[in-house]
Antibody
Framework: QLQLQESGPGLVKPSETLSLTCIVS??????????WGWIRQPPGKGLEWIGS???????YYNPSLKSRVTISVDTSRNQFSLNLNSVTAADTAVYYC??????????????WGQGTLVSVSS | SSELTQDPAVSVALGQTVRITCRGD??????ASWYQQKPGQAPVLVIY???NRPSGIPDRFSGSSSGNTASLTITGAQAEDEADYYC???????????FGTGTKVTVL
C-alpha cells in the first residue's frame, strides 16, 4: 500500500522559506506513470494546487505561486520536496503531498499524505 | 480565483440522493475527479476518469459529465457521507491543475 508522509517545520517566519519533504513508501517515486504533487489548504478554506513534478525532474507549477515555488526530487531517498520562499501569513495552511496520476484528460490525485500544518508568524 | 465553481452547501435526507455539481469551461475538454474530505482529515479520491471508483469506495458514489458541468451523485446517502466535496480538473490552458470551490454536504 502506497503511503506518503510530509515532514518539516510547523512554524516559519515571514519573508523566510518554507521547506517540506514528502517521503514515499510502498512504491517507487521513479514510476513512469505518475507525477508527485503538493496541495495546500488554508484554515477553513478550500484546496489549492501548488505544483507537481516528474521523477526525472520535469515540473509544473500553479501560475499564482510559480515565482516563489521550487519542487525537487531525490530518487535515491524516494522523496520529493517543496520550497516556498518569501512567505507571508497568507501561506499559513495545511500542506499535503499527493500522487498525481499522469493523465491529461483524466487528472486526479489518488494517494495523499496526512498533511502538515505550517504557520507563518514571527 | 478558482476556475471551477461549486455550490457552497447542499443537504440531503438520510437514504436519499444528492447531486453535487462542478462548473467550468475546461470541463468541456477535461474530466473531473472528486474528493471527500472530513474534518481534520486528508482528502480521499472517490471518483476519477469517466466514472471510476478507487478500491474501497462504495458504489453509491458515481460521476457524470455534460458540457461544462461535472457531477458527483450519492445515491442513498449515509450519515458517514457528511463531508466537504471538491472537484479537480485542468484549467482552461490544460497545463495546470485546479480545484473547485468545495461543497459542504449535510445529511439530515
Amino acid at each position: 500500500q502506497l503511503q506518503l508522509q510530509e515532514s518539516g517545520p510547523g512554524l516559519v517566519k515571514p519573508s523566510e522559506t518554507l521547506s517540506l519533504t514528502c517521503i514515499v513508501s510502498g512504491g517507487s517515486i521513479s514510476s513512469t506513470d505518475y507525477y508527485w504533487g503538493w496541495i495546500r489548504q488554508p484554515p477553513g478554506k478550500g484546496l489549492e494546487w501548488i505544483g507537481s513534478m516528474y521523477y526525472s525532474g520535469g515540473t509544473y507549477y500553479n501560475p499564482s505561486l510559480k515565482s516563489r515555488v521550487t519542487i525537487s526530487v531525490d530518487t535515491s531517498r524516494n522523496q520529493f520536496s517543496l520550497n516556498l520562499n518569501s512567505v507571508t501569513a497568507a501561506d499559513t495552511a495545511v500542506y499535503y503531498c499527493a500522487r498525481d496520476r499522469k493523465s491529461m484528460i483524466y487528472p486526479s490525485f489518488d494517494y495523499w499524505g496526512q498533511g502538515t500544518l505550517v504557520s507563518v508568524s514571527s | 480565483s478558482s476556475e471551477l465553481t461549486q455550490d457552497p452547501a447542499v443537504s440531503v435526507a438520510l437514504g436519499q440522493t444528492v447531486r453535487i455539481t462542478c462548473r467550468g469551461d475546461s470541463l468541456r475538454t477535461f474530466f473531473a475527479s472528486w474528493y471527500q474530505q472530513k474534518p481534520g482529515q486528508a482528502p480521499v479520491l472517490v471518483i476519477y476518469g469517466k466514472n471510476n471508483r478507487p478500491s474501497g469506495i462504495p458504489d453509491r458514489f458515481s460521476g457524470s459529465s455534460s458540457g461544462n458541468t461535472a457531477s458527483l451523485t450519492i445515491t442513498g446517502a449515509q450519515a458517514e457521507d457528511e463531508a466537504d466535496y471538491y472537484c479537480n480538473s485542468r484549467d482552461s490552458s490544460g497545463n495546470h491543475h485546479v480545484f473547485g470551490t468545495g461543497t459542504k454536504v449535510t445529511v439530515l
